[in-house]
């Protein structure tokens, strides 16, 4: 670097032209400077870091500069030289944080009335202002609805919410947004091209992404990142610096976890808990995968290939389906959640990584389930559930209702009309008319509205009219609904008595005194 001052105060703004990611605020300001439509009190919010100081001492250079009220100050007066060195008279600036009382802000107000001593506007710059007190609060309120011609209030919080309402009312508020990651790359390459620093675009990704919409703070970072580095930006020195895994990691888990190979999966775990890596961040990291997985697998042409990692990310879409994209990122987030209940994080992360294993594809096919046994020494259980089919007869000695029951999976319902077709009994059944009756205790499902879905579907499937008569009255209760039920029972049935007679399941009662929790075991269909 050229001189010793950090990056952050050499590389601040000075006009509006060097902002950085507040294009809606400048171009406001801008605006009401050209139309001389000034505000007698300014509030600036969002994050830490984005630049609401900066806009406000630009402002005052904007009221104050010697050329005259414009949306470019000149930088080169004594008014915009002074504020840029933080020494302008009329430029008083106050810290709420430490400057809470009423005593002091009635001491700032009562100089308010006071003319300006060398320029066209005095200015009041209260940062956090958010932190006054009730009646510190009501002291400015009164300069705020009655101010002197002479005086411009500009405030700065990150959290306007415990701003009086009354305040805000009397405010110009602009809400100053987090800066996108690649507008803080584009900048710290700029400053780094000035500085005549070498840097590589994976390093500075690294530290717009540990900003978090921070300007500030990915100046401070790459301060840091010039020192370690030796006066070179690189990715593995940033990585190493900011402890941030290393996503060959990440990758590796979701290619084992495509294999199924849970040792593979457990390796890596054990890797990490060496190199001493936050479990929590690396989970960060899983869910970032997986949501850059699942866009490329809607968005394809979103796919940046010529990335380093481009063709292992292509490689990993092809391997998943979406449906599993998405259950992974709710495990992962659930994951990061359940983290600090975990008996310790490298059980919390490494239960998340079998929670996934555990709902791969192949372990979601029909007839299989699951169990607790109710120990720490437990396992995920597989079993096969044997099926139970029914036999089909044939259509000429169908009943009306058997006719029905087999026609209804085959129309494309949902919602209440798929429910009225299930709950419906069939009285008389043919392709031009058919007579349904549904128990009194699900007469809410006759509806007109449903009614004439389910016709519709009818009519569609048959291709021309068919007459539907719907009735409520007594049935024998041999519906779609109920089958499906005794289905259900059956399979659950089933995956209870396989359950109980397998052998692993039962050395566990007996050497663990372990007890099967009959409630947890589902057939998965």
């Known amino acids: 670097m050229t001189d010793s001052q950090v990056l952050a105060r050499k590389w601040r703004p000075k006009d509006f032209s060097e902002l950085v990611g507040q294009e809606h605020v400048v171009r406001a300001l801008i605006n009401s400077m050209e139309q001389n439509r000034l505000h007698h009190a300014y509030l600036f919010t969002g994050t830490r870091g984005v630049g609401k100081t900066t806009v ?22 004594a008014a915009c030289m002074a504020i840029d060195q933080g020494n302008f008279i009329d430029l008083i600036e106050l810290d709420a944080a430490s400057n809470t009382q009423v005593d002091a802000m009635r001491e700032l107000l009562d100089n308010a009335q006071y003319a300006p001593v060398a320029a066209r ?37 990150t959290d306007p919410q415990k701003i009086p309402v009354t305040v805000l009312s009397r405010c110009l508020q602009f809400n100053l947004k987090q800066i996108p ?31 978090k919409g921070s300007l500030r703070d990915a100046l401070s970072l790459l301060d840091q990142a010039i020192a370690f580095g030796n006066s070179v930006v690189n990715e593995s020195d940033t990585r190493a610096m900011l402890g941030v895994l290393d996503q060959d990691h990440i990758f590796a888990l979701l290619e ?3 294999e199924q190979n849970g040792a593979a999966i457990f390796a890596i775990a054990d890797q990490l808990e060496a190199a001493s890596v936050s479990f929590d961040q690396a989970l960060q990291d899983l869910a970032a995968l997986l949501h850059r997985l699942a866009t490329a697998q809607v968005i394809p042409q979103m796919l940046d290939e010529t990335q380093p990692d481009g063709d292992r990310l292509l490689a990993l879409t092809k391997r998943f389906s979406p449906e599993d994209i998405q259950l992974f990122y709710q495990i992962v987030l659930h994951g990061r959640t359940d983290l600090a209940h975990a008996p310790d994080e490298y059980s919390g992360f490494t239960m998340t990584l079998m929670r ?34 029914r036999e089909a007869k044939p259509v000429s000695d169908q009943s009306p209702n058997e006719a029905w029951l087999a026609l209804v999976n085959q129309l494309k319902l949902s919602g209440m009309t798929r429910m009225l077709a299930q709950y419906s009994e069939a009285k008389s059944f043919s392709e031009s008319r058919i007579e349904l ?4 205790m699900h007469k809410h499902l006759l509806e007109k509205s449903y009614q004439d879905r389910l016709r519709s579907q ?3 499937h048959f291709g021309k009219p068919v007459e539907v008569i719907f009735s409520q009255g007594s049935i024998t209760g041999v519906t779609s609904a109920a089958l499906q039920d005794r289905d259900k029972l059956a399979r659950q049935s089933k995956a209870v008595e396989a359950i109980e007679s397998d052998p692993y399941v039962q050395e566990l009662i007996e050497q663990f005194d372990a007890r099967l929790n009959v409630s947890s075991i589902k057939p998965i269909d």
């Open 356 to 389: 996934m294993l555990a709902f791969m594809p192949d372990s979601r096919q029909p007839g299989r389930a699951y169990a607790d046994t109710g120990t720490d020494h437990a396992r995920e259980v597989k079993v096969e559930a044997p099926s139970c089919p």
């Open 181 to 211: 990651p690649s507008l803080i790359v584009e900048r710290l390459t700029e400053i780094l091209s000035m500085e005549g620093i070498p840097a590589d675009a994976a390093g500075l990704r690294l530290l717009a992404q540990a900003a």
């Open 458 to 460: 009818l009519e569609i």
């Open 121 to 157: 506007y005095k200015v009041y710059l209260i940062d956090e202002v958010h932190m006054l007190s009730r009646s510190a609060f009501n002291a400015m309120l009164k300069t705020l609805e009655e101010p002197p011609e002479h005086v411009k209030f500009i405030l700065a919080t």
């Open 56 to 77: 406000a001492r630009i402002l005052a250079k904007a009221l104050n500069c010697e050329q005259g009220v414009t949306a470019a100050p000149c930088g080169k007066c």
């Open 256 to 258: 084992a976890l495509a």
């Open 437 to 440: 009756y549904v128990a009194e």
